[in-house]
């Protein structure tokens, strides 16, 4: 898919999930600059700025759109030629997308050693890395129990329920508001990310703080399984993370209910750093507070300045 395309398909949530809209934008920008037609240093960068815009208006609060957006265009601008330049782009792309397809194994590795035989698992939403944690133990001879949630509106964890199926692990689908109920029966939590801010706290599909508040009341731990480009550099800052509302026709059908009756339906929710055991990522488990460490170490001086 072109820019446009790729645009359009995360907006429209037919490319769904962190990760994914990540390699999604890098695949993209690497797209472009193959098949660019030209020449010329400041028109080609003028496209280029174009295109990742056109990018990262399509999910502005998926910091991982950001993230993979910008390790590709890394370095661009100290380039003369466009051929080096275009190089360089699909390098960085290649990379980005290699990387963040191992960090789903190394996490899945990593988070298996906290799953005991036995051990009963719930999880949220559809994150592709927390399913490798749950399918890695049980490929590992684990003898496991997985409860996962509906996620409405979208409905996600029908895919995740069938992934899990199809790979043989014993699995139930609940309904959102059944999480409290079935915790007292639950061993570990394991979620994905969308966001990670500075200090520690999640931000990832609504509905996550209800696992985690229940999980603390239950006595369960709370995972959070998130590649590092996941963390947001602008909350370094101060900024705070924009938690996005999509349409009410997601929730009701026009005419349901009296026009007089409003329908908030947010994509995201918070959870505090206090409620999460431990992140685990593709560099090892840490702690909330790490992150902050993590993220100055990775991004360096030059990001900083982007983001100022």
């Known amino acids: 898919m072109n820019v446009e395309q790729t645009a359009a398909a995360i ?23 193959i098949g660019y037609k030209g020449n010329d240093r400041d028109s080609f960068l003028s496209d280029l700025d174009k295109a990742k815009n056109i990018l990262l ?80 133990a049980f490929r590992q001879g684990k003898d496991i ?50 966001t990670i801010t500075s200090h520690g706290a999640l931000i990832n599909k609504v509905g996550t703080s209800q696992l985690a508040l229940a999980a603390n009341e239950a ?7 998130s590649e590092t480009y996941k963390f947001s550099p602008m909350t370094l800052f101060g900024d705070r993370v924009t938690i996005e509302e999509r349409d009410i026709e997601e929730v009701v059908r026009k005419g349901e209910v009296p026009a007089s009756v409003k329908v908030f339906n947010p994509v995201f929710d918070s959870t505090p750093a206090k409620y999460i055991d431990a992140i685990i990522t593709e560099l090892g488990m840490m702690s909330p507070g790490s992150v902050y460490d993590v993220m100055v170490k990775q991004l360096g001086d030059k990001i900083f300045q982007k983001v100022i």
């Open 145 to 194: 129990k997985v409860y996962a949630t509906e996620s409405r509106p979208w409905r996600q964890g029908i895919l995740t329920v069938t992934d899990l199926a199809n790979e043989g692990i014993d699995t139930t689908l609940i309904i959102d508001s059944a999480v409290r109920t079935v915790m007292k029966k639950v061993n570990e939590v394991f979620v994905g990310a969308d």
């Open 11 to 33: 907006k429209d949530m037919t490319i769904r999930g962190a990760g994914k809209i990540a390699r999604a934008g890098a695949s993209a920008l690497s797209d472009f600059a």
């Open 219 to 225: 006595r369960a731990q709370f995972y959070v399984c």
């Open 57 to 136: 208006e399509s999910r502005p609060t998926a910091v991982s759109l950001w993230n993979g957006v910008h390790a590709t265009i890394k370095g661009v601008e100290d380039m003369k030629d466009v051929g080096e330049m275009v190089a360089l782009i699909q390098s960085n792309a290649e990379t980005f997308i290699d990387n963040s397809n191992n960090a789903v194994r190394f996490i899945g590795e990593i988070g298996a050693k906290r799953i005991k035989s036995g051990d009963v698992i719930m999880t949220h939403c559809n994150s592709s890395v927390a399913l490798s944690v749950i399918k890695t």
